[in-house]
Protein backbone atom coordinates (compact mmCIF):
# COMPACT_ATOMS: atom_id res chain seq x y z
CA UNK A 1 0.00 0.00 0.00
CA UNK A 2 0.92 3.96 -0.68
CA UNK A 3 1.32 6.18 2.25
CA UNK A 4 0.82 9.50 2.77
CA UNK A 5 3.43 11.82 4.32
CA UNK A 6 1.40 14.85 4.94
CA UNK A 7 0.56 16.08 8.19
CA UNK A 8 -0.87 18.97 9.54
CA UNK A 9 1.31 21.95 9.63
CA UNK A 10 3.21 23.14 13.20
CA UNK A 11 2.57 19.60 14.50
CA UNK A 12 4.97 16.03 14.24
CA UNK A 13 3.82 13.57 11.25
CA UNK A 14 1.73 10.68 12.29
CA UNK A 15 3.45 7.44 11.56
CA UNK A 16 1.82 4.31 9.49
CA UNK A 17 0.67 1.12 11.45
CA UNK A 18 2.64 -1.91 10.98
CA UNK A 19 0.85 -4.17 8.60
CA UNK A 20 0.30 -6.56 11.69
CA UNK A 21 -2.10 -3.77 12.94
CA UNK A 22 -4.00 -3.31 10.39
CA UNK A 23 -7.61 -3.91 10.89
CA UNK A 24 -10.23 -5.15 8.56
CA UNK A 25 -14.32 -4.52 8.41
CA UNK A 26 -15.64 -1.72 11.46
CA UNK A 27 -12.23 -1.64 13.53
CA UNK A 28 -11.47 1.12 15.68
CA UNK A 29 -8.72 3.48 15.68
CA UNK A 30 -6.51 3.38 18.47
CA UNK A 31 -5.88 6.80 19.42
CA UNK A 32 -5.60 8.55 22.69
CA UNK A 33 -7.60 12.05 23.26
CA UNK A 34 -7.07 15.21 24.79
CA UNK A 35 -9.62 17.17 26.74
CA UNK A 36 -7.97 20.38 25.59
CA UNK A 37 -10.21 23.46 23.69
CA UNK A 38 -7.56 25.27 23.20
CA UNK A 39 -6.15 23.08 20.12
CA UNK A 40 -6.88 19.74 19.18
CA UNK A 41 -3.97 16.89 20.47
CA UNK A 42 -2.53 14.76 17.24
CA UNK A 43 -2.31 11.23 18.67
CA UNK A 44 1.50 9.85 18.39
CA UNK A 45 -0.18 7.01 16.68
CA UNK A 46 -2.73 5.29 14.62
CA UNK A 47 -4.05 2.46 12.76
CA UNK A 48 -4.84 2.88 9.35
CA UNK A 49 -7.95 0.93 8.14
CA UNK A 50 -9.24 -0.52 5.33
CA UNK A 51 -12.61 -2.42 3.65
CA UNK A 52 -12.92 -4.66 1.24
CA UNK A 53 -14.93 -5.01 -2.16
CA UNK A 54 -17.81 -6.88 -0.88
CA UNK A 55 -18.63 -4.89 1.93
CA UNK A 56 -18.32 -1.69 -0.04
CA UNK A 57 -20.81 -2.80 -2.67
CA UNK A 58 -23.48 -3.48 -0.49
CA UNK A 59 -23.99 -0.16 0.80
CA UNK A 60 -25.76 3.31 0.05
CA UNK A 61 -23.10 6.13 -0.95
CA UNK A 62 -23.46 9.59 -1.26
CA UNK A 63 -21.59 10.34 -3.52
CA UNK A 64 -18.61 8.25 -5.48
CA UNK A 65 -16.34 8.97 -8.43
CA UNK A 66 -12.93 9.37 -9.64
CA UNK A 67 -10.30 12.01 -8.61
CA UNK A 68 -6.53 12.79 -8.42
CA UNK A 69 -4.53 12.50 -5.22
CA UNK A 70 -1.37 14.03 -4.55
CA UNK A 71 1.40 11.59 -3.54
CA UNK A 72 4.06 13.84 -3.02
CA UNK A 73 4.42 17.79 -2.98
CA UNK A 74 8.00 18.02 -3.50
CA UNK A 75 7.41 16.41 -7.28
CA UNK A 76 3.54 17.03 -7.70
CA UNK A 77 3.43 13.22 -7.96
CA UNK A 78 -0.35 12.92 -8.62
CA UNK A 79 -2.34 9.07 -8.37
CA UNK A 80 -5.97 8.64 -9.46
CA UNK A 81 -8.36 6.99 -7.56
CA UNK A 82 -11.52 6.05 -7.35
CA UNK A 83 -13.35 7.52 -4.36
CA UNK A 84 -16.88 6.58 -2.19
CA UNK A 85 -17.94 8.74 0.40
CA UNK A 86 -20.65 7.10 2.47
CA UNK A 87 -21.42 8.58 6.15
CA UNK A 88 -18.55 10.11 7.79
CA UNK A 89 -16.58 7.59 5.76
CA UNK A 90 -14.40 8.64 2.79
CA UNK A 91 -12.87 5.27 0.96
CA UNK A 92 -10.78 4.75 -1.86
CA UNK A 93 -8.85 2.57 -4.27
CA UNK A 94 -7.06 2.13 -7.07
CA UNK A 95 -10.13 1.69 -9.11
CA UNK A 96 -13.68 0.75 -8.69
CA UNK A 97 -13.31 -3.06 -9.06
CA UNK A 98 -10.42 -2.82 -6.44
CA UNK A 99 -10.34 -5.80 -3.72
CA UNK A 100 -8.97 -3.09 -1.07
CA UNK A 101 -10.50 0.46 -0.15
CA UNK A 102 -8.42 2.29 2.39
CA UNK A 103 -10.75 4.64 4.57
CA UNK A 104 -10.78 8.60 5.81
CA UNK A 105 -12.85 9.39 9.00
CA UNK A 106 -14.50 12.56 7.51
CA UNK A 107 -15.92 13.11 11.20
CA UNK A 108 -15.43 17.00 11.83
CA UNK A 109 -12.95 17.07 9.37
CA UNK A 110 -12.28 20.75 7.45
CA UNK A 111 -12.40 20.96 3.47
CA UNK A 112 -10.62 23.76 1.47
CA UNK A 113 -9.54 24.82 -1.27
CA UNK A 114 -6.06 24.21 -2.07
CA UNK A 115 -4.85 27.61 -3.65
CA UNK A 116 -5.38 30.64 -4.41
CA UNK A 117 -6.52 30.65 -8.37
CA UNK A 118 -6.60 26.72 -8.24
CA UNK A 119 -6.02 25.98 -11.55
CA UNK A 120 -6.06 22.37 -10.82
CA UNK A 121 -9.32 22.17 -9.35
CA UNK A 122 -7.70 20.80 -5.96
CA UNK A 123 -8.94 20.60 -2.50
CA UNK A 124 -7.66 19.40 0.59
CA UNK A 125 -8.88 17.20 2.86
CA UNK A 126 -8.11 18.21 6.43
CA UNK A 127 -8.08 15.68 9.76
CA UNK A 128 -6.93 14.95 13.34
CA UNK A 129 -4.72 12.17 11.63
CA UNK A 130 -3.35 13.42 7.99
CA UNK A 131 -4.23 16.46 5.42
CA UNK A 132 -5.25 14.94 1.66
CA UNK A 133 -5.39 17.06 -1.36
CA UNK A 134 -7.64 15.92 -3.82
CA UNK A 135 -7.73 17.48 -7.54
CA UNK A 136 -11.23 17.17 -10.05
CA UNK A 137 -11.75 17.43 -13.52
CA UNK A 138 -13.98 20.64 -13.23
CA UNK A 139 -14.31 23.29 -10.41
CA UNK A 140 -17.86 22.59 -10.14
CA UNK A 141 -17.02 18.77 -9.41
CA UNK A 142 -15.05 20.10 -6.92
CA UNK A 143 -17.59 22.41 -4.90
CA UNK A 144 -19.76 19.01 -5.00
CA UNK A 145 -17.52 17.09 -3.70
CA UNK A 146 -16.54 20.15 -0.81
CA UNK A 147 -20.10 19.96 0.05
CA UNK A 148 -20.87 16.81 0.00
CA UNK A 149 -18.10 16.23 2.65
CA UNK A 150 -18.63 18.56 4.90
CA UNK A 151 -22.44 18.21 4.55
CA UNK A 152 -21.87 14.20 5.28
CA UNK A 153 -19.58 14.92 7.98
CA UNK A 154 -22.00 17.01 9.87
CA UNK A 155 -24.84 14.34 8.97
CA UNK A 156 -26.92 16.89 6.78
CA UNK A 157 -28.50 15.91 3.77
CA UNK A 158 -27.10 15.67 0.68
CA UNK A 159 -30.78 17.29 -0.86
CA UNK A 160 -30.73 20.73 -2.36
CA UNK A 161 -27.47 21.48 -1.22
CA UNK A 162 -26.73 24.28 -2.54
CA UNK A 163 -29.64 26.18 -0.93
CA UNK A 164 -29.02 24.80 2.45
CA UNK A 165 -25.14 25.99 2.16
CA UNK A 166 -26.38 29.71 1.41
CA UNK A 167 -28.52 29.64 5.17
CA UNK A 168 -26.07 27.39 6.72
CA UNK A 169 -23.33 29.72 7.60
CA UNK A 170 -20.48 27.36 7.06
CA UNK A 171 -17.29 29.39 6.31
CA UNK A 172 -15.43 28.83 2.16
CA UNK A 173 -12.20 27.66 3.43
CA UNK A 174 -9.17 28.27 0.88
CA UNK A 175 -5.37 27.81 2.08
CA UNK A 176 -3.44 30.91 1.78
CA UNK A 177 -0.42 33.05 2.71
CA UNK A 178 -0.39 36.23 4.68
CA UNK A 179 2.12 39.11 3.88
CA UNK A 180 1.56 40.59 8.03
CA UNK A 181 0.49 39.07 11.32
CA UNK A 182 -2.68 37.16 11.23
CA UNK A 183 -4.32 35.77 14.05
CA UNK A 184 -6.91 32.80 14.34
CA UNK A 185 -10.47 34.16 15.06
CA UNK A 186 -10.59 30.42 16.74
CA UNK A 187 -8.14 30.63 19.40
CA UNK A 188 -7.31 33.84 18.81
CA UNK A 189 -3.04 32.78 18.60
CA UNK A 190 -1.11 33.78 15.53
CA UNK A 191 -0.65 32.20 12.81
CA UNK A 192 2.72 30.65 12.37
CA UNK A 193 4.76 29.79 9.02
CA UNK A 194 6.07 31.20 6.36
CA UNK A 195 3.41 29.87 3.06
CA UNK A 196 0.33 28.24 3.41
CA UNK A 197 0.33 28.53 7.05
CA UNK A 198 -3.47 28.93 7.46
CA UNK A 199 -7.04 29.18 6.16
CA UNK A 200 -9.21 31.82 5.01
CA UNK A 201 -12.97 32.40 4.08
CA UNK A 202 -13.34 33.60 0.96
CA UNK A 203 -16.17 35.30 1.40
CA UNK A 204 -16.01 37.09 5.40
CA UNK A 205 -12.18 36.63 5.19
CA UNK A 206 -12.28 34.18 8.70
CA UNK A 207 -9.02 33.43 9.45
CA UNK A 208 -8.11 29.95 11.11
CA UNK A 209 -5.33 27.23 11.87
CA UNK A 210 -5.90 24.51 9.48
CA UNK A 211 -7.04 22.42 13.21
CA UNK A 212 -8.58 24.63 14.75
CA UNK A 213 -11.04 25.47 11.45
CA UNK A 214 -13.67 22.77 12.62
CA UNK A 215 -14.56 24.29 15.89
CA UNK A 216 -15.46 27.55 13.99
CA UNK A 217 -19.02 29.23 14.63
CA UNK A 218 -20.61 29.15 11.42
CA UNK A 219 -21.38 32.67 11.41
CA UNK A 220 -20.03 33.29 7.64
CA UNK A 221 -21.73 36.25 5.90
CA UNK A 222 -25.62 36.51 5.93
CA UNK A 223 -27.33 35.87 2.45
CA UNK A 224 -30.96 34.95 2.93
CA UNK A 225 -33.44 35.97 6.15
CA UNK A 226 -33.28 32.82 7.82
CA UNK A 227 -29.63 33.21 8.34
CA UNK A 228 -29.64 36.39 10.04
CA UNK A 229 -31.26 34.77 12.84
CA UNK A 230 -32.04 37.09 15.93
CA UNK A 231 -30.17 39.64 14.54
CA UNK A 232 -33.07 41.13 12.66
CA UNK A 233 -35.07 44.83 13.38
CA UNK A 234 -38.16 44.97 13.24
CA UNK A 235 -40.01 47.96 12.92
CA UNK A 236 -43.74 49.52 14.24
CA UNK A 237 -44.89 49.66 10.79
CA UNK A 238 -43.90 45.92 9.97
CA UNK A 239 -40.90 46.43 7.85
CA UNK A 240 -37.55 44.43 8.59
CA UNK A 241 -33.73 45.37 8.84
CA UNK A 242 -30.92 44.09 10.38
CA UNK A 243 -28.06 44.74 12.77
CA UNK A 244 -24.38 45.17 11.40
CA UNK A 245 -22.78 41.64 11.03
CA UNK A 246 -19.12 42.26 13.21
CA UNK A 247 -15.78 39.94 12.63
CA UNK A 248 -13.23 40.24 15.28
CA UNK A 249 -9.75 41.40 14.46
CA UNK A 250 -7.11 41.60 11.88
CA UNK A 251 -7.70 44.83 11.18
CA UNK A 252 -5.19 46.41 9.34
CA UNK A 253 -2.61 49.04 11.30
CA UNK A 254 -3.76 52.26 10.70
CA UNK A 255 -7.61 52.11 10.19
CA UNK A 256 -9.64 54.84 11.92
CA UNK A 257 -12.21 54.39 14.11
CA UNK A 258 -15.57 55.13 13.14
CA UNK A 259 -17.28 56.55 16.16
CA UNK A 260 -13.56 58.32 17.79
CA UNK A 261 -11.36 58.44 14.26
CA UNK A 262 -8.70 57.03 16.44
CA UNK A 263 -6.48 54.15 14.91
CA UNK A 264 -7.59 50.09 15.85
CA UNK A 265 -5.73 47.04 15.11
CA UNK A 266 -2.74 45.63 16.17
CA UNK A 267 -0.13 43.51 14.93
CA UNK A 268 0.46 41.69 18.51
CA UNK A 269 -3.06 40.33 19.12
CA UNK A 270 -6.93 40.10 17.65
CA UNK A 271 -8.67 43.31 18.59
CA UNK A 272 -11.00 45.57 17.54
CA UNK A 273 -13.98 44.40 15.05
CA UNK A 274 -15.21 45.47 11.42
CA UNK A 275 -18.67 45.26 9.82
CA UNK A 276 -18.75 43.15 6.92
CA UNK A 277 -21.47 44.87 4.95
CA UNK A 278 -20.84 48.84 5.72
CA UNK A 279 -17.09 48.27 5.77
CA UNK A 280 -17.52 50.14 9.68
CA UNK A 281 -13.87 49.50 11.56
CA UNK A 282 -14.76 50.32 15.77
CA UNK A 283 -12.91 49.43 18.67
CA UNK A 284 -14.59 47.26 21.32
CA UNK A 285 -15.32 49.50 23.77
CA UNK A 286 -16.94 52.09 21.12
CA UNK A 287 -19.21 49.68 19.17
CA UNK A 288 -22.03 50.39 21.59
CA UNK A 289 -21.81 54.02 20.83
CA UNK A 290 -22.39 53.13 17.16
CA UNK A 291 -26.44 52.43 15.83
CA UNK A 292 -27.02 49.03 15.82
CA UNK A 293 -29.02 49.32 12.27
CA UNK A 294 -26.55 48.66 9.40
CA UNK A 295 -26.74 51.06 6.83
CA UNK A 296 -24.80 49.31 3.86
CA UNK A 297 -23.41 51.94 2.67
CA UNK A 298 -20.62 49.92 0.51
CA UNK A 299 -22.15 49.72 -3.26
CA UNK A 300 -25.68 51.11 -1.40
CA UNK A 301 -27.40 50.88 -4.67
CA UNK A 302 -26.39 47.68 -6.08
CA UNK A 303 -26.54 44.89 -2.72
CA UNK A 304 -29.41 43.02 -2.02
CA UNK A 305 -30.26 42.76 1.59
CA UNK A 306 -30.22 39.28 3.11
CA UNK A 307 -34.17 39.92 4.01
CA UNK A 308 -34.97 40.08 0.27
CA UNK A 309 -33.99 36.20 0.04
CA UNK A 310 -36.81 34.62 1.72
CA UNK A 311 -39.14 32.24 -0.05
CA UNK A 312 -38.21 29.12 -2.14
CA UNK A 313 -40.20 27.75 -5.73
CA UNK A 314 -41.34 24.61 -6.32
CA UNK A 315 -37.95 23.48 -8.17
CA UNK A 316 -36.08 24.27 -4.47
CA UNK A 317 -34.61 27.17 -5.65
CA UNK A 318 -34.58 30.66 -4.34
CA UNK A 319 -36.09 33.54 -4.92
CA UNK A 320 -35.99 36.91 -3.92
CA UNK A 321 -38.89 39.53 -2.45
CA UNK A 322 -38.93 42.83 -4.21
CA UNK A 323 -40.89 44.09 -1.37
CA UNK A 324 -37.80 43.83 1.14
CA UNK A 325 -35.27 45.15 -1.01
CA UNK A 326 -34.80 49.01 -0.78
CA UNK A 327 -31.85 49.16 -3.76
CA UNK A 328 -34.61 49.75 -7.19
CA UNK A 329 -32.09 48.21 -9.36
CA UNK A 330 -30.16 45.44 -7.35
CA UNK A 331 -27.14 43.89 -9.36
CA UNK A 332 -27.03 40.32 -10.62
CA UNK A 333 -23.42 39.13 -10.97
CA UNK A 334 -21.92 36.44 -13.26
CA UNK A 335 -18.56 35.41 -12.88
CA UNK A 336 -16.43 32.55 -15.40
CA UNK A 337 -14.17 31.26 -12.96
CA UNK A 338 -12.03 29.68 -16.44
CA UNK A 339 -11.71 33.19 -17.35
CA UNK A 340 -8.54 35.35 -17.59
CA UNK A 341 -6.06 32.09 -16.33
CA UNK A 342 -8.62 31.38 -13.99
CA UNK A 343 -8.23 35.38 -12.55
CA UNK A 344 -12.16 34.69 -12.17
CA UNK A 345 -12.02 32.69 -8.62
CA UNK A 346 -10.47 35.53 -7.20
CA UNK A 347 -12.94 37.73 -8.96
CA UNK A 348 -15.94 35.23 -7.39
CA UNK A 349 -14.55 35.72 -3.96
CA UNK A 350 -14.10 39.77 -4.16
CA UNK A 351 -17.36 40.29 -5.28
CA UNK A 352 -18.99 37.78 -2.09
CA UNK A 353 -17.02 40.23 0.23
CA UNK A 354 -18.77 43.45 -1.42
CA UNK A 355 -22.14 42.24 -1.87
CA UNK A 356 -24.75 39.25 -0.79
CA UNK A 357 -23.18 36.10 -1.58
CA UNK A 358 -26.94 35.09 -3.12
CA UNK A 359 -26.25 37.62 -6.10
CA UNK A 360 -22.86 36.46 -7.32
CA UNK A 361 -22.26 33.55 -9.22
CA UNK A 362 -20.15 31.20 -11.40
CA UNK A 363 -20.96 30.40 -14.66
CA UNK A 364 -19.09 27.24 -14.29
CA UNK A 365 -21.37 25.80 -11.33
CA UNK A 366 -25.27 25.52 -12.90
CA UNK A 367 -24.71 28.74 -16.00
CA UNK A 368 -26.65 31.95 -15.54
CA UNK A 369 -30.15 30.56 -14.81
CA UNK A 370 -30.14 29.78 -10.90
CA UNK A 371 -29.49 33.67 -11.19
CA UNK A 372 -31.71 34.99 -13.61
CA UNK A 373 -34.67 32.98 -11.80
CA UNK A 374 -33.54 34.32 -8.15
CA UNK A 375 -33.96 37.94 -9.58
CA UNK A 376 -36.79 37.58 -11.98
CA UNK A 377 -39.46 39.49 -9.43
CA UNK A 378 -38.08 42.42 -9.83
CA UNK A 379 -39.18 44.89 -12.27
CA UNK A 380 -36.02 46.22 -13.03
CA UNK A 381 -32.21 44.91 -12.29
CA UNK A 382 -28.52 44.63 -13.78
CA UNK A 383 -26.31 42.67 -14.63
CA UNK A 384 -22.62 42.55 -14.63
CA UNK A 385 -20.57 39.79 -16.57
CA UNK A 386 -17.59 38.44 -15.62
CA UNK A 387 -15.94 36.81 -18.46
CA UNK A 388 -14.97 36.86 -22.47
CA UNK A 389 -17.59 37.57 -25.40
CA UNK A 390 -18.55 33.57 -25.06
CA UNK A 391 -19.80 34.20 -21.24
CA UNK A 392 -21.94 37.50 -22.64
CA UNK A 393 -23.99 35.25 -25.76
CA UNK A 394 -24.29 32.85 -22.82
CA UNK A 395 -25.98 35.10 -20.39
CA UNK A 396 -27.87 36.66 -23.24
CA UNK A 397 -29.35 33.41 -24.79
CA UNK A 398 -30.46 32.37 -21.31
CA UNK A 399 -31.71 36.19 -21.01
CA UNK A 400 -34.01 35.71 -23.79
CA UNK A 401 -34.82 32.36 -23.09
CA UNK A 402 -36.53 33.58 -19.80
CA UNK A 403 -38.16 37.07 -21.80
CA UNK A 404 -36.16 38.95 -19.20
CA UNK A 405 -34.43 41.34 -21.65
CA UNK A 406 -37.10 43.78 -20.99
CA UNK A 407 -36.05 43.82 -17.15
CA UNK A 408 -32.04 44.60 -17.22
CA UNK A 409 -29.41 46.09 -18.07
CA UNK A 410 -26.06 44.52 -18.84
CA UNK A 411 -23.03 45.52 -17.97
CA UNK A 412 -19.66 44.31 -19.10
CA UNK A 413 -16.22 43.14 -16.95
CA UNK A 414 -13.21 42.06 -19.20
CA UNK A 415 -11.83 38.98 -18.35
CA UNK A 416 -11.55 36.15 -21.06
CA UNK A 417 -9.35 36.14 -24.31
CA UNK A 418 -12.00 38.17 -26.53
CA UNK A 419 -13.09 40.82 -25.07
CA UNK A 420 -14.66 42.92 -28.34
CA UNK A 421 -17.64 44.08 -26.65
CA UNK A 422 -16.00 45.36 -23.88
CA UNK A 423 -13.64 47.65 -25.33
CA UNK A 424 -16.60 49.03 -28.00
CA UNK A 425 -18.59 49.58 -24.56
CA UNK A 426 -15.28 51.78 -22.91
CA UNK A 427 -14.53 48.68 -20.01
CA UNK A 428 -11.16 48.05 -21.63
CA UNK A 429 -9.50 45.01 -23.16
CA UNK A 430 -8.50 43.01 -20.09
CA UNK A 431 -9.20 43.25 -16.07
CA UNK A 432 -6.37 41.23 -13.86
CA UNK A 433 -6.09 43.32 -10.52
CA UNK A 434 -9.48 42.37 -8.31
CA UNK A 435 -8.37 45.28 -5.31
CA UNK A 436 -10.69 48.26 -7.32
CA UNK A 437 -13.77 46.51 -7.73
CA UNK A 438 -15.43 48.49 -5.46
CA UNK A 439 -15.08 51.14 -7.57
CA UNK A 440 -15.71 49.44 -10.53
CA UNK A 441 -19.37 49.08 -8.97
CA UNK A 442 -19.46 52.38 -8.76
CA UNK A 443 -18.42 53.02 -11.76
CA UNK A 444 -21.37 50.79 -13.39
CA UNK A 445 -24.23 52.48 -11.16
CA UNK A 446 -23.34 55.80 -12.52
CA UNK A 447 -22.72 54.48 -16.23
CA UNK A 448 -24.95 55.42 -19.09
CA UNK A 449 -27.36 52.80 -21.10
CA UNK A 450 -26.36 52.34 -24.47
CA UNK A 451 -28.96 50.35 -27.07
CA UNK A 452 -27.68 47.44 -28.40
CA UNK A 453 -29.03 44.82 -31.44
CA UNK A 454 -28.37 41.56 -31.06
CA UNK A 455 -28.60 39.38 -34.27
CA UNK A 456 -29.70 35.72 -34.88
CA UNK A 457 -28.23 34.23 -38.47
CA UNK A 458 -30.07 30.78 -39.44
CA UNK A 459 -28.06 29.15 -42.85
CA UNK A 460 -29.63 27.42 -45.04
CA UNK A 461 -28.35 24.81 -47.07
CA UNK A 462 -29.74 23.14 -50.82
CA UNK A 463 -28.49 20.72 -52.79
CA UNK A 464 -26.25 22.03 -56.08
CA UNK A 465 -26.67 20.82 -59.40
CA UNK A 466 -24.43 17.89 -60.60
CA UNK A 467 -22.81 19.65 -63.53
CA UNK A 468 -21.90 22.44 -60.89
CA UNK A 469 -19.01 19.34 -59.88
CA UNK A 470 -18.56 18.37 -63.42
CA UNK A 471 -15.38 20.41 -66.14
CA UNK A 472 -16.24 22.07 -68.52
CA UNK A 473 -15.46 18.64 -71.09
CA UNK A 474 -18.43 17.13 -69.07
CA UNK A 475 -20.80 19.59 -69.56
CA UNK A 476 -19.80 19.98 -73.41
CA UNK A 477 -16.93 18.05 -74.47
CA UNK A 478 -17.39 20.34 -77.95
CA UNK A 479 -17.23 23.79 -76.07
CA UNK A 480 -14.05 24.65 -77.53
CA UNK A 481 -14.23 28.24 -77.91
CA UNK A 482 -14.82 31.22 -75.75
CA UNK A 483 -18.60 31.97 -76.56
CA UNK A 484 -19.49 28.43 -75.97
CA UNK A 485 -17.89 28.62 -72.39
CA UNK A 486 -19.38 32.01 -71.67
CA UNK A 487 -23.01 30.41 -72.16
CA UNK A 488 -22.12 28.22 -69.60
CA UNK A 489 -23.35 30.31 -66.97
CA UNK A 490 -26.69 30.80 -68.01
CA UNK A 491 -27.12 27.05 -68.90
CA UNK A 492 -26.73 26.56 -65.52
CA UNK A 493 -29.38 29.26 -63.98
CA UNK A 494 -31.71 27.78 -66.53
CA UNK A 495 -31.58 24.57 -64.91
CA UNK A 496 -32.20 25.39 -61.31
CA UNK A 497 -35.45 24.29 -60.21
CA UNK A 498 -37.83 26.62 -58.25
CA UNK A 499 -36.81 26.12 -54.39
CA UNK A 500 -33.06 26.63 -55.71
CA UNK A 501 -34.37 29.90 -57.40
CA UNK A 502 -35.61 30.88 -54.75
CA UNK A 503 -32.58 30.42 -52.48
CA UNK A 504 -30.38 31.83 -54.50
CA UNK A 505 -33.06 35.26 -54.28
CA UNK A 506 -33.09 35.14 -51.07
CA UNK A 507 -29.37 34.97 -50.80
CA UNK A 508 -28.89 38.39 -52.81
CA UNK A 509 -31.35 39.93 -51.03
CA UNK A 510 -30.27 39.79 -47.75
CA UNK A 511 -26.28 40.56 -48.48
CA UNK A 512 -28.21 43.70 -49.83
CA UNK A 513 -30.48 44.14 -46.69
CA UNK A 514 -26.91 43.72 -44.35
CA UNK A 515 -24.84 46.22 -46.93
CA UNK A 516 -27.69 48.82 -46.47
CA UNK A 517 -27.81 48.36 -42.54
CA UNK A 518 -24.09 48.05 -41.89
CA UNK A 519 -23.54 51.79 -44.15
CA UNK A 520 -26.52 53.44 -43.31
CA UNK A 521 -26.68 55.74 -40.51
CA UNK A 522 -29.88 56.76 -40.22
CA UNK A 523 -31.36 55.04 -37.23
CA UNK A 524 -34.96 54.53 -38.85
CA UNK A 525 -33.62 53.07 -42.07
CA UNK A 526 -31.54 50.28 -39.90
CA UNK A 527 -35.07 49.96 -37.80
CA UNK A 528 -37.01 49.11 -41.24
CA UNK A 529 -34.62 46.88 -42.35
CA UNK A 530 -34.19 44.90 -39.67
CA UNK A 531 -37.63 44.09 -39.94
Known sequence: MEHENAAPSGHSPCTSASPNNRHYGNSETNSSESDSDDEATVPSHFTRKISTNKRLHKSVFIKEGYLQILRSTSFNKWKKRYFWLKGKTLFYGRDKQADIFEEIDV?????????????????????????????????????????????????????????????????????????????CNVCKEALQGVTSHGLSCGVCRFKSHKLCANRAPPTCKWSTLASIGKHIIEDPDGS?????????????????????????????????????????????????????????????????????????????????????????FPLL??????????????????????????????????????????????????????????????????????????????????????????????WGSVMTDDKDLANVIDKLEQSQIKMLDRWSIQCYGWKQP?????????????????????????????????????????ESSMAECLHKILSSNDNLTVINHSK
Open 333 to 426: VFVNSKSGDNHGVKFLRKFKQLLNPAQVFDLMNGGPNPGLRLFQNFDQFRILICGGDGSIGWVMSEIDRLNLHSKCQIGVLPLGTGNDLARVLG
Open 240 to 328: IDMEHQWMEGNIPVGTLCTVCDKKCGSVKKLVDERCLWCKAVVHTACKDQLPKRCQRTICQYSVMAPMSVQSIDSDGMCEANRGKCRVT
Open 107 to 183: ALCTVAEYTLKNINHAFQVITSFRNFVLATESRKEMESWIQAIIFASRERSFDRIDQQSMISGYHSWYITSHARPVF
Open 466 to 506: KFLFQSNESVDETATDLSLQQELPTTISDSLDSEESSLWTF
